[in-house]
């Protein structure tokens, strides 16, 4: 696996391929961050490995890669925002730590847009459909209805779950990566963790099963579209629930089901990080970023966006500028 970097200052390096290599370890650093930043591949049997990444960028970088396996993949956010965009998935996948994602992607070909703040942590454990089909057995009928619908058809559409990760996958994750940081665990304890926390997140699916049916899902993702394009002057969540085709506590129940959050806390990110965006262009001042994305107080925005960045905005543009 190849994974290439750009930033929207410019930059553009590669942390080099991964070999792939049955049972091997290989770490690549992560070029041109602040601190310890890695990405750490662990291939534990054939169709199945792990990566570890531990990443602090100091401006919104995206992380491209055109041969990630093609099957399903679990994510587990410690920490941290990114966004995904796989060419297989029709939509993007927001996610901040705390969250977890079960996917399935037929194709190969992904990118990430990962946020400075908080440090990225992520455990990405990739697995072959027919590896997949393996070690799940008659936990099948536990999957998400279109991650079982996938699993039965080969030519099936990419899809995806999120969920929150629980306080006993919290303690599954803790226990996994503090066997990480021992070059001496045997993969056959690092396997044994991921079947747990695989477990456990099958554990927290079925638990919610049925969630949104296809159509509904569809719907909820139309009016997150909707919202994205009207951060500046926003419809009610009655009008929005309204055009969406659900009832209000519906969609709002959707969007946590997607996103993780309510249909206005997840406006309140997208704002956030298109002002981000505007002022890292270097084009957009404080004031024109603040009402672009429907900020009439610049004092609530600097405070929002010092909550969620860990800069002012009035920093932003110089340190993007000065590099």
């Known amino acids: 696996m190849d994974i ?16 792939g290599c049955s049972g091997g370890l290989t770490r690549r650093p992560l070029p041109d961050q602040t601190g310890e930043s890695f990405m750490e591949e662990r291939v534990l049997q054939p169709g199945f490995s792990l990566y570890y990444t531990h990443f602090s960028p100091r401006l919104p970088v995206v992380m491209y890669s055109d041969t990630w396996p093609s099957g399903f993949g679990l994510i587990f ?6 966004i995904y965009n796989h060419s297989s998935i029709r939509q993007k996948i927001d996610m901040t730590g705390g969250m977890n994602r079960l996917a399935f992607h037929p194709g190969s070909t992904g990118s990430a847009m990962l946020f400075p703040g908080e440090p990225i942590r992520i455990i990405t454990i990739t697995f ?20 079982r619908k996938a699993s039965e058809n080969p030519g099936a559409e990419g899809a995806f779950a999120l969920n929150r990760n629980t306080s006993d996958i919290q303690y599954s994750m803790k226990s996994l990566v503090l066997n990480l940081s021992d070059s001496k665990a045997p993969n056959l304890l690092i396997e044994g963790l991921i079947m747990e926390l695989l477990g456990r997140q099958l554990m927290q699916f079925s638990s919610h099963e049925p969630v949104l049916s296809s159509a509904e899902r569809g719907l909820v993702i139309q009016a997150c579209e909707v919202l994205a394009g009207s951060m500046e002057d926003p419809p009610k969540l009655t009008d929005l629930a309204r055009d969406a085709g659900l009832s209000p506590n519906r969609l ?7 996103y993780g959050k309510t249909p206005f806390a997840h406006l309140r990110e997208l704002r956030l990080n298109r002002a981000y965006e505007l002022l890292s262009s270097g084009k957009t001042n404080v004031t024109e970023a603040a009402m672009t994305v429907g900020y009439d107080s610049l004092s609530h925005f600097s405070r929002a966006f010092f ?12 340190r993007i500028l000065n590099r």
């Open 252 to 258: 709002s129940q959707g969007f946590k089901i997607i």
């Open 77 to 82: 956010l410690i920490s941290g925002k990114i």
């Open 4 to 19: 290439r970097l750009s930033s929207q200052a410019g930059s553009f390096s590669s942390c080099g391929p991964f070999p």
């Open 307 to 318: 909550n969620r960045f860990g800069i002012r905005p009035c920093d932003t543009r110089p």
């Open 128 to 147: 072959t459909t027919e590896k997949f089909l393996q070690l799940m057995g008659s936990d099948l009928c536990l999957l998400p209805s279109d991650l």
